[in-house]
Every structure is written in structure tokens, then in C-alpha cells.
């Protein structure tokens, strides 16, 4: 099974899951050949949905291929993909990340991504997604609170930048979530890798070779 929908039941299995990216992948122009599906154009323009300066970018800012994952921090398939994510991006060297936060498993991974978005302001963004994302268990509001104080972020200043950046927090996630939905993403981890529309989880050799295809892509 790849994930999560945000209904609580799976995805597709694997094999489903790689035969959209065939079927879906994203015409000539890429992101914007899925705009113009959209009912609101401003909905999925390259620059939000590539370029959006409050989403978190990980691996080479400057890379060649830009892969956007949607995740959920109480998602199980998400916390086991991620070192492997980690481990192709590090490999790469040219994979640039951006890391939308879509909470979309209870009222309780809406905390998690909002205190995550709220330690970007301390610039511990990435502290707090891998406190997040390494553990096992299902997430709670005091654990979070614990994992993201061992993860060296200052819960006091978290709690201030919570109250004084919480409309900026919301309208991000609220833009992460148009843009899945435009997408037709159903659940955690979902992804655009290129021109390539990816919903569910691939092993390291599938995420390297949907990279390698993006690139080839990229150049016609």
C-alpha cells in the first residue's frame, strides 16, 4: 500500500501508483498543462506551486529538477519514505524539495504542521519536520511539544511566532491543500517530480529513475 487518503482508507498499490505516472504525467509545460485543468487558475501557477517563499526547500536550492512532496506528519508511509527521500536527494546533488505540509489525518497533524511552520521563523523548520518524522507512534500534542524542544527549538518563541504568523501558517496550509486537490492527490505522500504527478510512496531505484525520466523530459 503507498499511503493515506484523507478520507482514513489506502491509495493504490504501487504498481497503480507508477502506471499514473506514465498516464499522468504533465504535458508539455508541466505545471501549467494542469492549470489549465483547474477551476481557479490562480490555484496552480508554477510560482505557488514551485516557488511559493513561505514553503520549506530542502537539497539544492539551485537544482535542475525540482521534486514538491505533500505530506502529513502522522503518516506512516511518509515517516518511512523520507530517509529514503533523504538518501536520493543527498545522492543526486542537483533535486531541489519543497516540502508542502498538507495535514490531512486529524485535528492533531493540523498542530503538528502548523508548530512545524511556526519554527521557520527560528529558522529550525527542518529541525522540527525530522523531530517529526522519526518517530514511530502516533503523534500527540505533548509529544510534539517534547520532540520539537529536544529538537533545540525555542517552544516560548514557538508559542509567540504561533499567535503573532497564524495567518500566514493557515494561508499556507490552505494553499498546500487547494493545490493537492487540484492535483487529484487523495492522500500522504503525494508528490510532483518534474512533469511528473506521483500519489503514493516509491522505493529509492523507482524515485531515482522518475528523476532520471523528469530530466529527459525536461529536455524535450
Not at 510512496?201 to 525536461?218: C, G, H, N, P
Request: proline residues 5%; neutral net charge; aromatic residues 6%.
Amino acid at each position: 500500500m503507498t499511503g493515506f487518503r484523507k478520507s482514513g482508507s489506502l491509495v493504490p498499490t504501487r504498481r497503480a501508483a507508477l502506471r499514473l505516472i506514465g498516464a499522468g504525467a504533465l504535458a508539455a509545460g508541466g505545471i501549467n498543462a494542469a492549470l489549465a485543468a483547474a477551476e481557479n487558475d490562480e490555484v496552480l501557477t508554477e510560482a505557488k506551486v514551485l516557488r511559493d517563499p513561505d514553503v520549506p526547500v530542502a537539497g539544492d536550492p539551485d537544482g535542475n529538477i525540482t521534486i514538491v512532496e505533500w505530506s502529513d506528519y502522522n503518516c506512516p508511509y511518509c515517516r518511512k519514505l523520507e530517509p529514503e527521500l533523504r538518501q536520493v536527494i543527498q545522492d543526486d546533488g542537483k533535486v531541489r524539495l519543497v516540502m508542502k505540509d498538507w495535514p490531512i489525518l486529524g485535528p492533531v497533524s493540523v498542530t503538528a504542521a502548523r508548530m512545524a511552520l511556526a519554527a521557520r521563523f527560528q529558522d529550525k523548520y527542518h529541525q522540527a519536520h525530522e523531530a517529526m518524522m522519526g518517530v514511530s507512534s502516533r503523534l500527540t500534542e505533548p509529544r510534539i511539544n517534547e520532540l520539537l524542544a529536544g529538537a533545540g527549538v525555542d517552544m516560548d518563541r514557538l508559542k509567540r511566532d504561533l499567535a503573532e504568523h497564524a495567518k500566514n501558517i493557515d494561508a499556507v496550509l490552505k494553499r498546500n491543500n487547494e493545490q493537492a486537490e487540484a492535483f487529484g492527490f487523495r492522500g500522504t505522500p503525494s508528490f510532483i517530480v518534474g512533469k511528473y504527478r506521483v500519489p503514493g510512496v516509491l522505493s529509492m531505484t523507482e524515485f531515482e529513475q522518475v528523476i532520471a525520466d523528469a530530466r529527459k523530459a525536461k529536455m524535450n
